[in-house]
């Protein structure tokens, strides 16, 4: 996983359509106005030679002065009659932490629009897509809450945080970035504002870091074949790499693969993990090198979990192996899909019905971006590699 | 009159243990690999190469530097002694107390070098390399007072003509 960024560029954009201005209209100590300021401090704290461009949209984006960012807190501010929330998602720079603050309003149409830009603009260029949402007073227009387009007025109160309405903050960008700035986030503002109720995550294609070293995961039974360290001459720092001897037909061994879960990351449930593997031959290769026809159950015997972490059991029937020689075998886990644990608040936040504390299509379109992000990244566990010699 | 001790050494004895040294060594360090490598199973997160260096090649090598000194009291003790014209049993008693004072030695090997699976082997080839080399050092190389108390020492030296 790449590391933190030493410097950073901070690109704020605030949504500025009038969806938005009940979040300021019950004054300018909503948790949503006290939010806006310490999106500030938060990036000056964590990258203090950093830089930070400001900027609102609603169809368009329009750039901003500082001066200019700090009126967000007032209700003229949110003027804009239409969102485009597409075109800030294209104009994310990889190498930057884009935050945008929206109530992520959309049609169905647009949260699948939406999901394709994000989609093609962050996953698939492995960026992480943290999704805060926080629940703030509001006073104000709810629109287009149904296909009749319909609209009502809500007022969520300023003393009962069940009433309060939700608002969100994507924060696009490298994965270690997004957390440290959400952590920065939480110290430097929300965590202490009275009745604020958040939820977090991290859409991202890792899940653990680092990624388990075979070289240093525990063999905890090896049954006829041996380790060795010279079958091939490899990097002695590539620590996902084993070797090993076979001893006879039919042998196996059983490895302990212990992982860190990212904080915020979705949890994953250790029962469903999916082993993929690569299998050829290389010494000596066969006419076109190619990849041996294996079916993955014929090398992972199976999953246990063992005091938090995960044992793999790896058997070996070599017996139908073409020959004798050194073959690779390279092993990947990831959790399936449906080992995930999806968070409880993506369907409790979402609106069914009206009701001003809640999101419309916002179970679509958290859903459809950790479903998107699994399909092109498979997040991984672990991945490791072995050298086997058959004699 | 005892002559003095440069003079009582025979050279060519000494070349000779020197070279059962090397000789048992060698098969120790690397020739014995080869079977090893075929038939030893280590334990998990072992490597055999870990295996070989920490533990058959280590205990080998003090086996045949017990073996050796073993051979270093009996040459001083042959050399300390009468040369008799008849065989002397006393001699060949204590060719054999040092003797089973090495297989001691090499059945103690079952309990340092272990593995998995065909330690046994390990144990065989421990015994030869460290019994081997102090028969073959004592039978071939021993001082005229004691050189035909090693048994089959005679035969020994009359097929390479010593």
């Not at chain 1, 287009?144 to 969520?156: K, P």
């Not at chain 1, 014929?298 to 073409?322: C, H, I, R, Y």
């Not at chain 2, 049993?89 to 297989?103: E, N, P, S």
Request: aromatic share 14%; hydrophobic share 45%.
């Amino acid at each position: 996983m790449p590391a933190l960024s030493k410097q950073l560029t901070i690109d704020l954009y605030l949504d500025n359509t009038v969806s938005m201005q009940g979040f300021v209209k019950p004054g300018n100590s909503t948790i949503y106005a006290k939010t806006v300021q310490a999106l500030e401090s938060a990036a000056i704290s964590s990258w203090p030679s950093g830089h930070i461009s400001y900027a609102k949209f609603g169809a368009n984006i329009a750039k901003l002065q500082r001066p200019e960012y700090l009126k967000a807190v007032f209700p003229y501010f949110y003027n804009a009659p239409d969102t485009n929330i597409e075109k800030v998602i294209e104009a994310t720079n990889k190498n930057n932490l884009t935050v945008i603050v929206t109530d992520l309003f959309q049609k169905e149409a647009d949260a699948t629009l939406l999901i394709d830009k994000i989609n093609k603009q962050c996953i698939q260029q492995h960026m992480a897509i943290g999704v805060l949402g926080i629940k703030s007073e509001f006073l104000g227009r709810i629109y287009d809450v149904d296909i009749y387009q319909n609209s009502f007025d809500y007022n969520s109160g300023l003393n009962d945080p069940k009433r309060f309405r939700p608002f969100y903050l994507l924060l696009l960008g490298k994965h270690a970035d997004v957390a440290y700035y959400y952590e920065k986030l939480l110290q430097n503002g929300f965590k202490r504002f009275p009745n604020c109720q958040y939820e977090f995550i991290i859409i991202s294609p890792y899940i653990v870091n680092p990624l388990p070293a075979f070289g240093k995961s525990k063999i905890k039974t090896i049954k006829k074949m041996v380790e060795v360290r010279s079958l091939v001459k490899a990097n002695e720092n590539d620590k996902r790499l084993r070797q090993f001897c076979l001893r006879a037909p039919e042998s196996y061994f059983q490895v302990e693969v212990k992982y860190n879960q990212l904080l915020h990351t979705i949890p994953f449930n250790e029962r469903n993990i999916l082993p993929s593997i690569d299998f050829k031959k290389l010494k000596p290769a066969l006419k076109k090198n190619d990849s041996i026809p294996v079916e993955v159950n014929d090398f992972v015997q199976k999953f246990e979990t063992l005091n938090g972490s995960l044992a793999v059991t790896m058997k070996f029937s070599s017996a139908d192996w073409p020959g004798k020689g050194i073959y690779l075998l390279d092993l990947t886990l990831s959790p399936s899909q449906e080992a995930y644990q999806i968070p409880d608040w993506f369907s409790e936040w979402d609106m069914n019905g009206i009701d001003g504390t809640k999101t419309l299509n916002l179970n679509k379109f958290l859903n459809g971006l950790w479903e998107t992000n699994w399909r092109v990244h498979q997040p991984k566990i672990a991945h490791f590699y072995c050298y086997i010699e058959k004699r | 009159m005892k002559q003095p001790l440069h003079q009582r050494i025979n050279w060519t004895d000494i070349l000779g243990i020197l070279g059962c040294f090397v000789f048992f060594s060698f098969l120790a360090l690397y020739l014995e690999n080869y079977i090893l490598n075929e038939v030893i199973i280590v334990s998990a997160d072992v490597t055999m190469e870990d295996w070989l260096n920490n533990v058959f090649h280590m205990w080998t090598m003090v086996g045949i530097g017990i073996a050796l000194l073993f051979i270093i009291i009996w040459y001083a003790w042959g050399n300390s002694v009468a040369i008799d014209r008849v065989e002397n049993t006393g001699k060949r008693v204590g060719w054999w107390i040092l003797f089973c004072l090495l297989i001691v030695t090499t059945l103690a090997s079952v309990f340092i070098i272990t593995a998995d699976e065909g330690a046994w082997v390990g144990h065989i080839l421990f015994g030869v390399d460290v019994l081997g080399f102090f028969y073959f050092a004592t039978a071939l190389f021993s001082p005229s007072a004691v050189k035909y108390s090693p048994p089959g020492a005679q035969t020994l030296r009359r097929i390479i003509n010593r």
